[in-house]
């Protein structure tokens, strides 16, 4: 047994037993759901940056990296930005809404702004979408677990899925707060230890003029079209404004002031974050050239190219994002099944008990269809872009309007949340392909939002003549 199996072995089991020490502060929904709304500062900031952080932001953006350079910082440096506007605008708004109306999830926003069938068909949707980003986790879980032992991607699906699914299921949202803060100390340390060997003699000139470095390599602004530089800002920042996961962290703060330092540390620490995966990608591109598999750029590099002892704490720390991020999109999905589907539809009178074992269940049956779908999707970028893309032109116009419109109406969420999903799909596989530079989401995004302020003027001019009728 190798160096590097050892350490990921031993940290797999000390995850397991803190989810599983955890567990016995949950005997309640709303400590599983919300951590009881006890999140100070410092577990708001481990919370958020553990779920924005995983193997998109590390795996997937190196891969990135190794093919467009430094403007591969655009995919965690987006997040970053986005978090700033969310700590300041929209999660002080529904923490605010979430205390005085007691909400779980943002289904009990949607439902109180609109009505059950809007938080019905968001429910949907995420549930869809969270599967896919589950699998990305689990894929980039796997080609750690390829390269240092030869484990098959099914086995390693299974192996990281197994991990995340028991602590996780056992202590919730506040067990994933305490697990997270030891997750996000493993990672910061194997990144950092290893930037130095990174970057070697030569620094970050050397990367972009190594003889395998496209001319491109140093350009901060370079894209060359959707899912490259900076149209990842269209692509992830708004999913950092409403996704469900963040939303639901959001809840679990104690204070309004807690919140927002919280989640604006994090937002810091992503801008800062998001060079690093980028630089290794970088130096994998200038020392290990022919890389066909943009998932493997990232494990293959640490486990080939850094001492043994460092690359062993290096891939703890990537399988550490992975698996914390793995225990996010849990938690969304979860609670979404068993709050917005199952109390909501299935079983109204559902007891507090009953409402947490469901909500476990569902963890435990999310994570197995996670492992499953993982062995269907081809890449990292690949699962992390169908969430992503479906979580923007659904959420992101019903959250945001019903939040800063008067009287918008149902209507006017559900014909958005239908128009922005039609747009996605036709563009991505009717325009797309033949005119590169056509953005899905930007178009999926600008039609919701023209049919949601048309739908809801109508209402509101119907409204206001019904009452000067009346009058």
């Known amino acids: 047994m190798t160096v590097h199996l050892v350490l990921l072995v031993v940290y797999s089991v000390g995850v397991v037993a803190l989810g599983l020490w955890a567990a016995r502060l949950v005997r309640h929904s709303s400590e599983f759901f919300v951590a009881g709304r006890t999140l100070g500062p410092g577990l ?111 086995a390693g699906a299974l192996i990281g899925g197994a991990v995340m699914t028991i602590y996780f299921s056992a202590g919730g949202l506040l067990g994933s ?7 996000l100390a493993v990672m910061v340390a194997g990144f950092l230890a290893a930037l130095p060997f990174v970057l070697g003699p030569g620094g970050f000139a050397g990367l972009t003029t190594s003889p395998q470095a496209p001319a491109w390599f140093g350009d901060f602004l370079y894209s060359g079209g959707p899912l490259s530089g900076w149209t990842f800002l269209v692509l992830l920042g708004p999913s950092f404004l409403i996704s469900p996961g963040l939303i639901q962290k ?84 979860s609670t979404t099944i068993s709050k917005d589907v199952y109390k909501r539809h299935v079983n109204p009178a559902a007891t507090d008990a009953q409402l947490l074992r469901v909500a476990r269940i569902a963890a435990v049956v999310g994570g197995a269809a996670g492992v499953v779908l993982s062995l269907y999707l081809g890449t990292v970028t690949d699962a992390v872009a169908t969430f992503y893309s479906m979580i923007v032109v659904t959420l992101l116009i019903p959250i945001v309007g019903g939040l800063y419109t008067a009287r918008p109406g149902s209507a006017a969420a559900l014909t958005s949340i239908g128009v922005g999903l039609g747009t996605l799909f036709i563009v991505r596989f009717g325009v797309t392909p033949h005119y590169r530079w056509v953005d899905p989401v930007l178009a999926g995004l600008v039609l919701a939002a023209i049919a949601y302020a048309a739908v809801a003027a109508g209402r509101r001019a119907v409204l206001d003549a019904g009452s000067v009728h009346a009058r």
């Open 44 to 154: 708001i900031f481990a919370t958020m940056l553990a779920a924005n952080i995983g193997a998109g932001s590390t795996v997937g953006a190196a891969g990135v990296a190794y093919r467009d350079g430094i403007s591969a910082w655009w995919w965690v440096g987006s997040a970053g930005l986005a978090s700033l506007l969310f700590a300041t605008t929209i999660a002080p708004r529904l923490w605010r809404l979430a205390k005085t109306h007691q909400f779980y999830t943002t289904g009990d926003y949607l439902e109180h702004r609109y009505d059950g069938r809007v938080r019905t068909v968001i429910a949907l949707v995420t549930c869809v979408g969270s599967l896919a980003l589950l699998a990305g986790q689990l894929i980039a879980g796997a080609a750690i677990l390829n390269v240092v032992a030869g484990i098959p991607r099914w």
């Open 177 to 183: 707060a305490w697990v997270n803060s030891v997750q």
């Open 250 to 333: 959001a809840y679990g703060a104690r204070s309004e002031r807690a919140l927002t330092l919280g989640i604006g540390m994090n937002a810091v620490a992503l801008l800062l974050f998001a060079f690093l995966p980028v630089l290794f990608g970088m130096a994998a591109r200038s020392s290990l050239p022919g890389i066909t598999d943009p998932n493997l750029v990232l494990p293959a590099f640490l486990a080939t190219q850094l001492p043994v002892w460092l690359g062993a704490l290096a891939l703890a720390a990537v399988f550490s994002t992975e698996v914390d991020t793995c225990d996010a999109i849990l938690f969304m999905l």
